[in-house]
């Protein structure tokens, strides 16, 4: 199985859930720039949507969409497997939540021409992760285990400290902790972020 990324990109979630699930996988760098891979292939003659994550597995057939991938993933492991079909509807929604007012929110703030804009897409997200900040009264955003929706959160706040905002105190703690699990480090240096 192979996993196309970009370093730091939104892929770090799916890395981290294939890592925190032990599923062997290879990961792929595209690089950010020429949108090839390190192999020098162009990634749109593997992804025709031209984006990452894309998990390939060995009979070549491909899913993308982070959403996807990360319930798929979340369906192959017991320590990541939501309890039941409510569970899992919950942990879709988180992910809804997270994909569409958090990652394409940022992908405005980084990409938007213009500044115009910028200041209400950050107030936009800091209401995002205030609202979220609330809902975190364990260890992690479902619960007292490590879910995928974690592993797309904690990119999420990597994205925000890159871009110098300021979020709720309590994900100060709750990024220690899920930088402190073997998978996570292992993930972080394989995409040369440790
Ligand atoms: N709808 C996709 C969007 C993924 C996405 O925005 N990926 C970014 C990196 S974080 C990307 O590859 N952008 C390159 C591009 O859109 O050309 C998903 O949720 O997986």
Redesign the pocket.
Known sequence: MKLYY?AD???LASHIALNEADIAVEPIKVDVETRQTEQGRPFAEINPK????ALVFDDDAML????AILDWIAQQAPALKPADEMARTRQNEMLAFI?TEL?KSF?GLFFLPGEDAKPIIADSIASRFSYLSERLANDYLLGERFSVADAFLYVMLRWAKMSDMTTPDIFEPYVERIEARPAVQATLRAEGLA
Do not use: A, M, R
């Open positions: 970009f990109g939104c892929s031209g984006y990452v994550p993308t969409e982070n959403i994909s990652h992908l």
